[in-house]
Structure formats: C-alpha cells, structure tokens
C-alpha cells in the first residue's frame, strides 16, 4: 500500500528492544480527508532513507506482519519553487 510519510520517530526504551515509529497517510474510501497509520518497525529491519514527505510503498503478508517498506517517490515535502524576481530587479532590468 502506498502511503505519505508524514514523520518519523526512534524509540529507545528501557526494557524492549529499539524500534522506530512511521507516522504514515494514504486515501481511505468513507474518509474525508485521509486515514493515518503509525508503523511500528523493529530495529534491524531495511528501511530506505526516511525524509519525511515522501512516498512508501509498505508490503504485509496475509497477517499483517510487514514484508518490506521501499520508497516509491522522492520527496515533495518541499518542491522547487520557480524562481522570482523581486519588483527592484525588475524595475533595475527597465
């Protein structure tokens, strides 16, 4: 299922074993909006690079269990921007 990575979190705790939370979103049929999942990763499982706003595709087995979270998409958290000229520039270019 392909979903948003919204953010992202490393848990230490003191008795358990370390993992990390994946703050997720993906469209939902009946959900105005979109439905939000958090991910829980145990430590040692392959993760791609984590960048927050960026397209995952996470693959389960029939349990649920995941299987494996590749990237789908670069970000687009912050896309380029087209470049603009300030009213000075301009009226210094007349």
Do not use: C, W
């Amino acid at each position: 299922m392909k979903m948003l990575l919204e953010g992202y979190q490393r848990i230490t705790p003191k008795t358990k074993a370390p993992f990390t939370n994946l703050h997720t979103s993906y469209p939902k049929h009946g959900v105005e909006g979109k439905a939000v999942e958090s991910i829980y990763v145990a430590d040692g499982f392959p993760l791609p690079p984590l960048v927050v706003g960026s397209m995952i595709d996470v693959d389960r087995d029939g349990n649920g269990y995941l299987i494996a979270i590749t990237e789908v998409a670069p970000s687009f958290a912050n896309p380029p921007q087209p470049a603009t000229r300030s009213v000075r520039q301009a009226a210094q270019d007349k």
